[in-house]
C-alpha cells in the first residue's frame, strides 16, 4: 500500500491493485448479445472481481475511491478500449458486492478511468486509490 499520495483536491491515502483475468470473453459494447448472454457474462466478471478482491485482501468500507483500469488482452492489435466499458463496469459492480466502498454512485466513486494496458495476460488490471478530504 502507497501513502502520502497527492492528486490535486483531496488527498489520496492508500492504493491498491486487484487483477481480474478473463475467464470470460470481454463485454463490448459493439455486441449484439442476446440478453441472456450479456446477463451471464455480466454476472461472469462481477462474480470474480468479487472473488479477486477477497483473495487480494481488499480494504473494505472505504469512503471514496478513484479507479483507474487497464485492460490487457493476447494481441497487441489496435481497438477502443472504451467500447469494454460494461465489463469494467460489472467488475466494479462487483468490487461494491465486496464491499470496497458503498454504491459505485458518483458520491463514492471518482472515474472509472478507463486505459489500455497494451499485451499481456488477458485481463483488467484495476487500481484503487483512496481519497480522502475535498474533492
Not at 483536491?9 to 441472456?36: D, K, M, Q
Not at 457474462?41 to 468479487?50: F, H, S, V
Amino acid at each position: 500500500m502507497a501513502q502520502g499520495v497527492n492528486e490535486g483536491a483531496g488527498e489520496a491515502c492508500g492504493v491498491w491493485t486487484v487483477t481480474v483475468p478473463t475467464i470470460v470473453e470481454f463485454i463490448n459494447l459493439n455486441s449484439r448479445h442476446h440478453w441472456a448472454e450479456k446477463a451471464r457474462l455480466t454476472r461472469a466478471w462481477r462474480n470474480a472481481a468479487k472473488l479477486f478482491a477477497e483473495r487480494a485482501d481488499l480494504p473494505k468500507g472505504l469512503e471514496r475511491v478513484h479507479i483507474t483500469a487497464h485492460i490487457f488482452k493476447t494481441t497487441s492489435r489496435p481497438y477502443d478500449v472504451h467500447n469494454l466499458l460494461p465489463t469494467l463496469k460489472a467488475a466494479i459492480d462487483g468490487l461494491v458486492d465486496y464491499g470496497l466502498i458503498p454504491d459505485d454512485s458518483n458520491e463514492y466513486l471518482v472515474g472509472p478511468d478507463l486505459r489500455q494496458g497494451g499485451k499481456g495476460t488477458p485481463g483488467i488490471v484495476i487500481t484503487i486509490t483512496e481519497i480522502k478530504g475535498e474533492f
